[in-house]
Structures are given as structure tokens and as C-alpha cells.
């Protein structure tokens, strides 16, 4: 397993397995302590793992929490999603920077998105899974949702929005949702 940088998100790391083929499929590893550990992260700090099935069109986020925000390790384990991440930590050198990711089944690369960030993502084939590890247990009270839309970010989503949540869908614009955030 290898450890990438993302230049565009400070703090960001791509985690890419070396995939075991032959005639039965592949075998791989999709998460490493020490390769975890080698990049500075505390493999033990993650509490929680889920799992999300949307269908093609499906877009969720932007996402992020208030109070300590959350950090996560995000990645598509059937199928293909378009994955964004907007890095909202104000004393960060990537402030309010983007980063566009196409995560696959196929390669099995996981994303690890510092706390602070919103991240949201859009299914592109007819069943995408995206699993999620996070370092902190959820706390519905400390959401925060950005407008998938807002013009300020205008995010290249690859295809027409066919479902979201109610939630998504009357996000409020990034400007209102920062303000949340601090509250």
C-alpha cells in the first residue's frame, strides 16, 4: 500500500493498495496501520465505520461537522463516485481550496480528509457502495450541509443531481453553513 499526498488539500492523503490478480479476482489490502501510522495519522483513532448504496445520479454533501469536525477515511467499494472535498479549516494553507477524486471498486484507493473539510459525492454507476471509517462517533446535532449548488464553489458534479436527500437538497449556501459551523 502506498501513501500519496493531495497537493490540493493540506493534510489529505490518498491510500493506494496493491492489488493481488488472478483467475478468481483480486485480493488487496484496504487498510494499513502502519502505512496509516507512517504518514502521521493514529491508525486507533477511528471509531466508526459505515457504509452508503446509492444508485447512479445519487449525490450526497457537501458534508462537514461543527465543534472538533470529524476526520475520515472515505472509499468506493463497488462501482464508481465522483468524491469532492473543499477544505473549510480557516487557519489552513489550502483554505477554501477543492479537491476531485474518481474512486472506484476497481482500484480500491482510500481518501483520508483531514476534520474541517466537507465532503460530499455523486454516484456514477447504477450501484456505487462508499464506506466511511471516521475518528469520531456521530453526532447528528453537530451536521453541517453546504449547498451541493452553491455558485461560490461551483463544483463540476459529472452528472445531473436524480436523488438526494431533503436535507441536501435545502442546504444552505457555504457562506451560511460557515456560520453554522462556528456556532
Known sequence: ???????????????????YADERGFFCRTF????????????NAFVQDSVSRSVRGVLRGLHLR????????????????FDVVVDLRPGSPTYR???????????????YIPAGCAHGFQALTETADTSYRIDRPHDPAEDVTIAFDDPELAIPWPLPPALMSERDRKAPSLAEALKQKES
Not at 494499513?32 to 491508525?43: F, H, I, Q, S, T
Not at 481550496?97 to 481518501?111: C, I, P, R
Open 1 to 19: 500500500m502506498k501513501a500519496t499526498e493531495v497537493p490540493e488539500i493540506d493534510g489529505a492523503y490518498l491510500f493506494e493498495p496493491t492489488p
Open 32 to 43: 494499513d496501520a502502519e502505512v496509516v501510522r507512517a504518514v502521521g495519522l493514529d491508525p
Open 66 to 81: 461543527s465543534g472538533a469536525g470529524e476526520a475520515k477515511l472515505v472509499r468506493c467499494s463497488h462501482g464508481k463516485i
Open 97 to 111: 481550496n477543492q479537491a476531485f477524486f474518481e474512486l472506484s471498486g476497481e482500484t480500491q484507493v482510500t481518501l
